[in-house]
T-cell receptor, first 112, second 112 residues
Framework: DVKVTQSSRYLVKRTGEKVFLECVQDMDHENMFWYRQDPGLGLRLIYFSYDVKMKEKGDIPEGYSVSREKKERFSLILESASTNQTSMYLC???????????FGSGTRLTVV | QKEVEQDPGPLSVPEGAIVSLNCTYSNSAFQYFMWYRQYSRKGPELLMYTYSSGNKEDGRFTAQVDKSSKYISLFIRDSQPSDSATYLCALTSYNQGGKLIFGQGTELSVKP
């Protein structure tokens, strides 16, 4: 069974902390994505990557960065966590648009 | 105007009802149309996928695309309490660079 695994289901961090959200896929997919999901706002794309060491800004990249050192791993970094970054974070991967995305189970991050 | 509009609901129906979920879109270039189902505190999972116009059926689920009206629908027949979830439409084309454009999601509750 193919999988996208997010390292944590729930995280609580303090304001100003540097936060790492990890995502690993076992499907040899080229494309990986990070979204945040908030009530009333839907899914919003933060960053995406089409290849190792490659990254592109999505719709809301401010306050975030990403790292893709290996094909299977795509990390989201909150440089200095703030309360408005409290959200559900979803990682996804895809082979191509013909096949849609496979999502991870999500990380619910609370910044206090 | 958002590229994809979806009524957020919530929608509550009795068990056994026929459910109709809908999205409208503005970009006539969209070619790939998908429906994702998201259970509470989980990541979205791909439910139905359609290329171009027409209908696609899978068990109790039917996806319908009307490109002339820029309108897509998901029908659920004989709805079950286990269908209670948020349903997201997702659309894309080759000029979206591999990114899916999501609707806001419709929250569905099927009451026993």
């Amino acid at each position: 069974d193919v999988k996208v695994t997010q390292s944590s289901r729930y995280l609580v961090k303090r304001t100003g902390e540097k936060v790492f959200l990890e995502c690993v896929q076992d499907m040899d997919h080229e494309n990986m994505f990070w979204y945040r999901q908030d009530p009333g706002l839907g899914l919003r794309l933060i960053y995406f990557s089409y290849d190792v060491k490659m990254k592109e800004k999505g719709d809301i990249p401010e306050g975030y960065s990403v790292s893709r050192e290996k094909k299977e791993r795509f990390s989201l970094i909150l440089e200095s966590a703030s309360t408005n970054q409290t959200s559900m974070y979803l990682c996804a991967s895809s082979l191509s648009i013909n096949y849609g995305y496979t999502f991870g189970s999500g990380t619910r991050l609370t910044v206090v | 105007q958002k590229e994809v509009e979806q009524d957020p609901g919530p929608l509550s129906v009795p068990e056994g009802a026929i459910v109709s979920l809908n999205c409208t879109y503005s970009n006539s270039a969209f070619q790939y149309f998908m429906w994702y189902r998201q259970y509470s505190r989980k990541g979205p999972e791909l439910l139905m996928y359609t290329y171009s116009s027409g209908n696609k059926e899978d068990g109790r689920f039917t996806a319908q695309v009307d490109k002339s009206s820029k309108y897509i629908s998901l029908f659920i027949r004989d709805s079950q309490p286990s269908d209670s979830a948020t349903y997201l439409c997702a659309l894309t084309s080759y000029n979206q660079g591999g990114k899916l454009i999501f609707g806001q999601g419709t929250e569905l509750s099927v009451k026993p």
